[in-house]
Nanobody, 123 residues
């Protein structure tokens, strides 16, 4: 079992930056691939970025490549999403998910989810 808690969301102007954090409980965090997803009002949840359980590979949605960076600190049981050059279309609730021994691929099944953190980008 893994419990996930996201933080770091907020209101920011277009072009600004935010860093999201997702803290995980348990001693096996390093065995889980972690990913960030987002869901805007009226839209389906979509993959944003993922990182392998060992941190050796990452995946990004085309819409965020070059602007967002996912990273993890296994000593702190935390995964981060650094978001730069934010756009109004990045506005959504951002969720982190965990996949046991996964590679962070968007097609994988993520079994554990946090409650989400709201990101709002004003124009």
């Amino acid at each position: 079992q893994v419990q996930l808690v996201e933080s770091g969301g907020g209101l920011v102007q277009a072009g600004g930056s935010l860093r999201l954090s997702c803290a995980a409980s348990g001693r096996t965090f390093s065995s889980y691939a972690m990913a960030w997803f987002r869901q805007a009002p009226g839209k389906e949840r979509e993959f944003v970025a993922g990182i392998r359980f060992s941190g050796g590979s990452t995946f990004y949605a085309d819409s965020v490549k070059g602007r967002f960076t996912i990273s993890r600190d296994n000593a702190k049981n935390t995964v981060y999403l650094q978001m730069n050059s934010l756009k109004p279309e990045d506005t959504a609730v951002y969720y982190c998910g965990a996949d046991f021994l996964g590679d962070g691929n968007p097609r994988n099944k993520y079994d554990y989810w946090g409650q989400g953190t709201q990101v709002t980008v004003s124009s």
